[in-house]
């Protein structure tokens, strides 16, 4: 079975996922066979551990760029990254070409969070790199900050099919991978970047129109929900609130208020 999966055109990662859905498929066959115990040749384990090694080996783009032009990431923050690459907790995994695990500085003084990958990020592996992404840097710059500086990602981190909301099983399959990495960045304040990010980490039913400009706590952390950028691309006027709500996190975070929109 090994050798058949090893083919050489195939990205690691991928063949690592295809070799422990056959691996998880032969188990399964076998217990419905009524075989309790297996037995595994050492040759086998060497095998996976190599397929581990090559699949752990460069990967989709994570965080930013080092001085030698290389993605880098916290070894826990990776290791998380790892684990959503793998991840088949729901349904989108099967249509997904990419995960977007988000990427970042990892000790940031804001995490940013949407609702899930687009087109452009599923096809990237990165968080915000479409018109809505841009729109985000935008804001992003205007409050002083690099985009490296920040961090930023999403309450799902693979792409619904044709961009449709994610459901609340997928949010709620996801939410695990988004609280460790907040947990481990440890940001001073989050932004929840319109209803779908809010909804993920608070349970409400209230409205962003209601909700956004009004501190929230989030694991003891100062949350700010506000306007997606995507919404602002539909709805410039709307850039005003959006531009009040960041200002309002930079006064909570001491940072200089610059005046004026980008
Ligand atoms: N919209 C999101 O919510 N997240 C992205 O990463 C891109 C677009």
Known sequence: MLAGMEHENTHPGERMRNLIESVEAHLTRLKEDGITTVEVDPATLRALRDSLDA????????????????????????????????????????????????????????????????????????????RAGQLLTKIIAAMGYQREEVWIGNIVKCRPPNNRVP??????????????????LKPRAIVC??????????????????LRGQW????????????????????????????????DVLRRLGRPVPGKQS
């Open 167 to 184: 459901t609340p099983e997928e949010m709620e399959a996801c939410l695990p991978y988004l609280r460790e990495q907040i947990a481990l």
């Open 193 to 210: 970047l319109g209803a779908t990010a809010v909804k993920g980490l608070f349970d409400t039913k209230t409205g962003i129109t209601k």
């Open 55 to 130: 699949a752990q080996g460069p990967q989709t783009p994570l965080s930013p760029e080092n001085e030698e032009g290389r993605i880098t990431m916290s070894a826990p923050l990776e290791a998380i990254a790892r684990r959503i690459a793998a991840c088949r907790l729901c349904r989108l995994c099967e249509t997904r070409t990419n995960t977007v695990p988000g990427q970042g500085a990892s000790n940031p003084d804001i995490m940013f969070i949407g609702e899930g990958p687009g087109a452009d990020e599923d096809a990237q592996g990165l968080a915000f790199v479409g």
């Open 216 to 247: 929230m706590t989030f694991e003891g952390i100062d949350t700010m929900p506000t306007y997606h950028p995507a919404y602002l691309l539909r709805n410039p006027p709307a850039k005003r609130d959006v531009w009040e709500d960041m200002q």
